[in-house]
């Protein structure tokens, strides 16, 4: 009995300091992730899981290049109509499969058929799936589509298990099984979602966390204040307000990115009779007044603390597809007046200025309302809770709204779907033909330098009379602290965590 | 007794029926497209449509209606769109979190909210009254939300003591349990504290007043004995069935306070599905509210019954 005693406490003492080794990385986001399911998902935030749990054919770097990460290659025929990719060998999947070019068929016939999968419009132009060899695989275009590969870098792009997904079917997202860094543990609805390391990860040696730990906390001061008592020891989306606080603090570090995606104004040029007949329907140069009378880096200080970057085009001034002819305009009230005048509108022109509630676009709001009203505008502002603003920016119910886009990678992402005729997100219903066809050729072209020229042949228009004013990039905010070693930003915002290392 | 039990519950089912067809209906009202708005940034037209095929939003009200209360009927509460976990179980994952929220705040504000009453009457117009009421005032008058918000930056960011938020059961771990949920029990059993000091006073001042209480003192009987035995039994009466009526309040999710607590509950669990439109989820956590509410008062009412014959007839 005595042995036996003995021996279990031997027994618990080697476990627990097994378990003092073991090192836990807690992560407060600032909502609860929608279904953990590549095919199903549709959340920033659930993006930002994926990251740790769900490895893509492709990833991007700081610079917003394509990089290899489950795929090595990717080779486009001449016609741009058949696209080859090299898989890496010897990926295992969490359930020990392996991932190959079966799986890749797997997953990407997965996103195009299954019913109710947001992946299905991201990669429609793929026609048919084929397995050449173990580690090759042919995707057969419909038409040639130079954003796949970038699609490719983002959720259309994640591996599943075909074992797991096949026995679970659309329930897949209550236990993922993919090729990333770490394995699904458990998760409590709201509560938090806990991922393993993988062991048989194929960047293994690159990872150095044992277990990682998401809470949603919605409130932006309490996330802040975890991070500061030691609960947290990364949050995402930091408040601009708060950085000053966070640079104060020894034992903080902030990680910040300009975004992929954009703040605007979408402007109602043409949704139902109230676009039609509304302020911006009916002469453009009533949308280029308003944007001369908006000050952008003012904004940007009031709204940001200076820390966004100003900017005029639905990609940032940083982007290598930014339309350098087309600069970020200062400022000018007289020329704002005097477009109204020769839009011979009567003064003031009064919008109903649709606001989805939130700390800062009230703030922008509110700013952009005092900056139009010196022009000559009445900006109706009509905050509205944003699962209403989107019926009503549909119906085409508002004159001006305000409305960000997260942004993607590839630029088709940030304008193909708010500038074409039938872009499901073109709420100001701005539509012209010689765009359309432009647009499509920008995404048959391949070559980076010809897309950019083709893109050249939009801008002035879209720019003049597109019915969106962008106004600034927003800048990504992840605040950690020092116990953490080796984490780099990416302009998406999603967390990384290979190459990070949690100090004791 | 048997008739009279017999008559509730036949009364029970038409309430239950109207309930459902109250709040699927108030549902409704909500602007906002449930399958837009799960659509997010990918607003595939193909896609919105075929969601609204799978949960029947594109059948008629009376039709989505008599889906959802053949499931109910069956036991599926459905399943929500955003998580796509059927609701009875996360009903079933909340409930016992916000449980535990409500007991603990609501044990702690009859702690607070009694003794302070009693004291603030025992010492009637004196100082102590006059600071007891001052301090309930600040209570009923403090937001939940800055409350909150500034206890987490005493306890957990300057003293280190507590965790900010979130939420531990108390059988993964007892200790951190107490230590996760002791300041938002704390934050919403305070107003309500406040409430109770109030009415304990006011009870405790009538019972006071009482000829019994001139009674027992004029039979010689110690002030203690007096206060603790002859009036503050009778005055608490009211107070418990006010602190009974409250638990069933905080049953159905403390919101703002589980908000900035990042704690698991049902307020959240509401507040998130509202935000979403998922409606199932909406409409499964306020059926299962409802039903609790219609059998706690059941429940009332005969245990009056049985304590006070009269009301038989």
């Known amino acids: 009995m005595r042995m036996k005693f003995g021996l279990a406490a031997l027994l618990l003492s080697a476990m627990t300091s097994a378990a003092a080794a073991e090192t836990t990385l807690r992560i407060g986001l600032q909502e609860d992730p929608d279904v953990l399911d590549p095919t199903l998902a549709r959340t920033y935030v659930g993006r930002i899981v994926f990251a740790s749990l769900c490895d893509k054919l492709f990833d991007i770097n700081e610079k917003q290049e394509i990089i290899p990460q489950l795929a090595l290659s990717h080779e486009t025929s001449a016609d741009g109509k058949t696209v080859t990719l090299k898989l890496r060998p010897g990926v295992k999947l969490h359930d020990g499969e392996t991932m190959d070019a079966e799986a890749v068929k797997y997953s990407l016939e997965r996103h195009l058929t299954m019913a109710s999968s947001f992946r299905k419009a991201e990669i429609s132009s793929i026609d048919k799936v084929e397995v050449v060899d173990a580690t090759t695989v042919k995707l057969s275009l419909k038409n040639p589509f130079s954003p796949l590969i970038a699609q490719l870098a983002d959720r259309a792009g994640m591996i599943v298990s075909p074992k797991a997904a096949k026995e679970t079917g659309d329930k897949f997202g209550l236990k993922p099984v993919c090729a990333g860094p770490f394995k699904f543990v458990e998760r409590v609805q709201q509560g938090r979602i806990v991922l393993d390391r993988f062991a048989d990860y194929w960047n293994k040696d690159n990872v150095f966390v044992d277990r990682v730990v998401f809470r949603p906390i919605t409130e932006s001061t309490v996330r802040l204040a975890n991070l500061k008592s030691g609960g947290l020891e990364l949050i995402e989306r930091a408040l601009a307000t708060d950085i000053k606080e966070i640079k104060a603090d020894p034992k903080l570090r902030l990680a910040t990115q300009i975004e992929m995606g954009y703040q605007g104004i979408t402007l109602n040029v043409g949704n139902s009779d109230n676009g039609k007949n509304g302020p911006f329907g009916k002469d453009p140069r009533v949308q280029q007044a308003l944007e001369a009378a908006i000050d952008r880096e003012a904004l940007n200080q009031v709204v940001y603390n200076g820390e966004a970057l100003p900017g005029n085009q639905w990609i940032s001034p940083k982007n290598a597809y930014y339309q350098e002819k087309f600069p970020v305009p200062k400022r000018d009230v007289a020329k704002a007046k005097q477009l109204l005048k020769d839009a011979g509108v009567t003064l003031p022109v009064v919008v109903d200025f649709m606001v989805p509630n939130g700390p800062d676009t009230r703030q922008l709001a509110e700013v952009v309302q005092a900056m139009a009203a010196e022009a000559g505008f009445d900006m109706k502002i009509r905050v509205t809770e944003f699962a209403t603003s989107l019926n009503e920016a549909e119906a085409g119910r508002y004159h001006a709204y305000i409305l960000a886009w997260s942004g993607r990678v590839d630029p088709d992402g940030n304008i193909y779907s708010f500038l074409s005729c039938t872009g499901p997100n073109n709420y100001a219903k701005y539509c012209k033909p010689e765009t359309d066809a432009t647009l499509a050729a920008a995404r048959a072209a391949s070559a980076p330098a010809e897309r950019k020229a083709i893109y050249e042949k939009v801008t002035a228009d879209a720019l003049a009379a597109g019915g969106i004013i962008y106004l600034y990039h927003r800048p990504v905010i992840i605040a950690h602290t020092t116990k953490l070693e080796g984490y780099k930003q990416l302009p998406d915002g999603l967390i990384r965590l290979t190459g990070v290392k949690v100090l004791p | ?313």
């Open chain 2, 1 to 313: 007794m048997t008739a009279f039990l017999a008559r509730r519950l036949a009364q029970i089912l038409p309430t239950l029926l109207l309930v459902s067809v109250i709040i699927f209906l108030l549902q409704q009202l909500l602007p906002g497209d449930p399958a837009t708005v799960l659509a997010g940034e990918e607003r595939d037209p193909e896609v919105i449509a075929q969601i609204r095929k799978q949960y029947h939003l594109d059948q008629s009200l009376p039709v989505q209606y008599l889906y959802w209360i053949k499931g109910v009927v069956t036991g599926d509460l459905g399943e929500s769109m955003r998580l796509k976990e059927p609701v009875s179980k996360l009903v079933a994952q909340k409930f016992p979190v916000t449980l535990q929220l409500a007991l603990m705040a609501v044990v702690i504000s009859l702690g607070i909210g009694i003794t302070a009453g009693v004291v603030s009457a025992v010492y009637k117009n004196t100082i102590v009254d006059y600071a007891v009421n001052i301090v309930a005032l600040w209570g009923i008058s403090t937001p939940n939300f800055w409350l909150g918000i500034m206890l987490i930056s005493l306890f957990s960011v300057h003293l280190g003591w507590l965790p900010a938020s979130g939420y531990v059961s108390p059988f993964e771990d007892f200790w951190l349990s107490m230590k996760t949920t002791i300041m938002p029990a704390f934050v919403l059993g305070n107003a309500f504290a406040a409430v109770l000091m109030r009415h304990t006073r006011s009870a405790m001042l009538q019972a006071m007043a009482a000829d019994y209480v001139r009674t027992a003192r004029a039979k010689g009987l110690s002030e203690r004995v007096v206060i603790a035995k002859h009036a503050m039994r009778n005055a608490l009466t009211p107070v418990v069935t006010l602190g009974a009526l409250e638990l069933g309040t905080l049953l159905s999710g403390a919101v703002l306070t589980e908000q900035v607590f990042s704690i698991p509950g049902f307020g959240k669990l509401i507040v998130d599905s509202v935000f979403n439109r998922d409606y199932a989820v909406v409409q499964g956590v306020t059926l299962i509210t409802a039903t609790t509410y219609i059998l706690l008062n059941l429940l009332a009412d005969v245990a009056y019954v049985l304590i006070n014959p009269r009301l038989r007839g």
